[in-house]
T-cell receptor
Framework: DSGVTQTPKHLITATGQRVTLRCSPR?????VYWYQQSLDQGLQFLIQ???????AKGNILERFSAQQFPDLHSELNLSSLELGDSALYFC?????????????FGPGTRLTVL | DQQVKQNSPSLSVQEGRISILNCDYT??????FLWYKKYPAEGPTFLIS?????DKNEDGRFTVFLNKSAKHLSLHIVPSQPGDSAVYFC???????????FGTGTRLKVLA
């Protein structure tokens, strides 16, 4: 158990809909990262927050947005969903925002768009 | 543009033998590298890392080698055990970028 929690575990929805994925980082971790893993693909970095502020952006679509709240949990909002958005979405956390420390990953949320 | 590449999607090794997983990168600014292991239905877990100031880092049965001139790193697992069967991802980071770039993973199967 990494200490990072993600809810829900599974989500099935229809095209055009909007969903929210939630992540609680490990106790003491200030940085939260979001990744997307599509079938047979690596982990695509989406976005990173540190202590409530956006620090880095990756291949995140404009239909997607995220935020980190004062209690450090984070939410990833996916809107106008398309079939191609079906993927595993992972959240990870680390103590600092720098690239020299390991990230601890949650178990992921599997999103299926029908 | 895939900056971190794992060209072998899968690898099978006999129990007790050495497993060698390879990773190539294109960005010369990368200076920190990590390996993660992922079991089905779980998130990736950190395995081992290496900074660009080193060419080798060892942790028990796991050793990572870095060849900066070739922009290549490899993970050696000796001896391989059936419990090592998983997908292995390498990841790279450059100072100040606050993010990791992951490879597509190599599925290792250790045969008993």
């Amino acid at each position: 158990d990494s200490g990072v929690t993600q809810t829900p575990k599974h989500l099935i929805t229809a095209t055009g809909q909007r969903v929210t994925l939630r992540c609680s980082p490990r106790s003491g971790d200030l940085s939260v990262y979001w990744y997307q893993q599509s079938l047979d693909q690596g982990l695509q970095f989406l976005i990173q927050y540190y202590n409530g502020e956006e620090r880095a952006k990756g291949n995140i679509l404009e239909r997607f947005s995220a935020q980190q709240f004062p209690d450090l949990h984070s939410e990833l909002n996916l809107s106008s969903l398309e079939l191609g958005d079906s993927a595993l979405y992972f959240c990870a956390s680390s103590v600092t925002p720098g690239g020299y420390n390991e990230q601890f990953f949650g178990p992921g949320t599997r999103l299926t768009v029908l | 543009d895939q900056q971190v590449k794992q060209n072998s999607p899968s690898l099978s090794v006999q129990e007790g033998r050495i497993s060698i997983l390879n990773c190539d990168y294109t960005n010369s600014m990368f200076d920190y590298f990590l390996w993660y292991k992922k079991y089905p239905a779980e998130g990736p877990t950190f395995l081992i890392s290496i900074s660009s100031i080193k060419d080798k880092n060892e942790d028990g049965r796991f050793t990572v080698f870095l060849n900066k001139s070739a922009k290549h790193l490899s993970l050696h697992i000796v001896p391989s055990q059936p419990g090592d069967s998983a997908v292995y991802f390498c990841a790279a980071s450059a100072q100040g970028t606050y993010k990791y770039i992951f490879g597509t993973g190599t599925r290792l199967k250790v045969l008993a």
